[in-house]
């Protein structure tokens, strides 16, 4: 058996296609364009790299795109003193301070100073318990792309048992709370599980959010399993490459051969994470400015 490819490239960009849309038809219908104002500090290459891309989908589907550029030196007191700010702007719906911050400057009291209501990476501890008890709030976005693929095949999770293996505040425990609000048998996996291989045999459906090269092997997975990977890790360079390859945390090959269907890195929820965001932004937008659902 060959496991379906679950394309992820695909599925976000008809999820980005149904957002321009509904964004298009607020600015016909009531003059208005939700904001997504996103703060990189320093120029660390992969982030930026990641703050331009958030900027070109956001303009692409029709919503303004404000980026606050902060030397690598700058004060925490300064780049509280933005968030504040932007908590204040009207123009502004969505705030995402690009992670990782320099060591000077504490994440969580910055994290905690973003509004909850315009918390568009679902970081927020509001946000986060909303989460855990089952309330309408902002949801972060790898997780929730996670779960947007794993609902392609699996439109109903009642009764299917899932093992997220990782317990990051940013990826494991969210997605973890997402697929039990669904109804799915929950195990979190962690690097002090015992026989890991045997807990993922049980599972219908396997999260890898490790940040392990092709940890998961072929013969960890049940036969027809759902195989779900956030990891992305770059391989070091082999003999005539200028670039090590881009690999997953699952053997990609071996997993495929026994899964009934399987995320690829690059194209699976790599792609969903931007998708995710913008989708964060026009609910922030709705629900600030109580405009109706489409
Ligand atoms: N750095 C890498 N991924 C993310 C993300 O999803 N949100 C933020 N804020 N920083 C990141």
Redesign the pocket.
């Known amino acids: 058996m060959s496991a379906a490819i679950i394309d992820g490239k695909a599925i976000a960009d008809d999820l980005r296609a149904a957002i321009a849309t509904e964004v298009a038809a607020i600015a016909t219908r009531d003059g208005l364009q939700p904001g997504l104002a996103v703060v990189l500090v320093g120029s660390d290459p992969?982030?930026e790299v990641?703050v331009g891309s958030k900027a070109r989908q956001t303009v692409a589907v029709g919503m303004r795109s404000f980026e606050h550029r902060l030397p690598a030196d700058v004060s925490e007191a300064e780049l509280l003193a933005l968030v504040a700010t932007l908590n204040e702007d009207d123009a502004v719906d969505g705030i995402?301070?690009?992670?990782?911050l320099p060591a000077h400057i504490d994440s969580n009291r910055v994290i905690e100073a973003i509004n909850p209501d315009k918390d568009v990476?679902g970081?927020h501890p509001v946000n986060a318990g909303r989460l855990l008890i089952g309330l309408p709030g902002l949801v972060?976005?790898?997780p929730l792309g996670s779960l947007l693929l794993v609902r392609t095949v699996h439109p109903d999770l009642s009764g299917l048992s899932a093992v997220v293996i990782g317990r990051s505040n940013?990826v494991g425990k969210p997605l973890a709370q997402l697929l039990l609000q669904y109804n799915a048998t929950v195990t979190i996996a962690h690097s002090r599980t015992h026989d890991l291989p045997s807990v993922c045999r049980s599972a219908d459906i396997v999260v890898a959010a490790v940040g392990r090269p092709e940890f998961v092997r072929g013969d960890w997975i049940k036969p027809g399993a759902t195989v779900i990977d956030v990891g992305i890790n770059r391989l070091p360079p082999k003999a005539g490459e200028t670039k090590g390859r881009l690999v997953g945390d699952v053997a990609f090959e071996e997993v495929r051969a026994v899964a009934g269907a399987i995320t690829p890195v690059p194209g699976g929820v790599g792609p969903m994470?931007i998708a995710c965001?913008l989708r964060n932004t026009l609910q922030a937008f709705k629900a600030r400015r109580g405009v109706a659902k489409f």
Do not use: R
């Open positions: 992969a982030s990641y995402l301070v690009q992670l990782p990476d970081f972060a976005c790898t940013i994470t965001l």
